[in-house]
T-cell receptor, first 110, second 114 residues
Framework: RKEVEQDPGPFNVPEGATVAFNCTYS??????FFWYRQDCRKEPKLLMS???SGNEDGRFTAQLNRASQYISLLIRDSKLSDSATYLC???????????FGGGTRVLVKP | DAGITQSPRHKVTETGTPVTLRCHQT?????MYWYRQDPGHGLRLIHY???????DKGEVSDGYSVSRSKTEDFLLTLESATSSQTSVYFC?????????????FGEGSRLTVL
């Protein structure tokens, strides 16, 4: 079983709609969590951190559920430019190793 | 711009030949990483370094070695390339200050082993 698992998608989303997807992690000792965004044939870039209390950055909301060992990302009012692959990341306690999920592909269509 | 450059950006080689990928940073951060990315597997950590001559293995280190003789350079070597090592390789740095989970990636090196 992979340490960090994601539904690969694609999630086909009408422009302006809301989309949400989850990521599960198997290591209960995982300390910190993040969402990265990766455009086609480009390098990944940090989108946002995920805090236990939940956090929001503009149209993006991230949640962490430690009891069920998953994190989620919600995108409101989807834009065409939100089309990308979203990677979830878990770090071990020391924070030196970051484990990436396989990514969830989102396609926003007019 | 985190000042990371990878070379070569593209390489085609034959099975059994040695290959070295170079990652160069301009900001002198301690932590540097090598990941490979393959369809269906996402990004997988090969090796990472936490200082000059200080390295550790990741989850897919077999068949790879690394060296860090200078802060700014982190080399990934495939001693005898195999077709299973065909992949996109990303180098990343972690800034000494800032989020623990924030990595800055290079543009990637696409390696094809025939």
């Amino acid at each position: 079983r992979k340490e960090v698992e994601q539904d690969p998608g694609p999630f086909n989303v009408p422009e302006g709609a809301t989309v949400a997807f989850n990521c599960t992690y198997s290591n209960s000792a995982s300390q910190s969590f993040f969402w990265y965004r990766q455009d086609c044939r480009k390098e990944p870039k940090l989108l946002m951190s995920v805090y236990s209390s939940g956090n929001e950055d503009g149209r993006f909301t991230a949640q962490l559920n430690r009891a069920s060992q998953y994190i989620s990302l919600l995108i409101r009012d989807s834009k065409l430019s939100d089309s990308a692959t979203y990677l979830c990341v878990a770090t071990e306690a020391a924070g030196n190793k970051l484990t990436f999920g396989g990514g969830t592909r989102v396609l926003v269509k007019p | 711009d985190a000042g990371i450059t990878q070379s070569p950006r593209h390489k085609v080689t034959e099975t059994g030949t040695p290959v070295t990928l170079r990652c160069h940073q301009t900001e002198n951060h301690r932590y540097m990483y090598w990941y490979r990315q393959d369809p269906g597997h996402g990004l997988r950590l090969i090796h990472y370094s936490y200082g000059v001559k200080d390295t550790d293995k990741g989850e897919v280190s077999d068949g790879y070695s690394v060296s860090r003789s200078k802060t700014e350079d982190f080399l990934l070597t495939l001693e005898s390339a195999t077709s299973s090592q065909t992949s996109v390789y990303f180098c990343a740095i972690r800034r000494d200050r800032g989020y623990t989970g924030e990595l800055f990636f290079g543009e990637g090196s696409r390696l094809t082993v025939l």
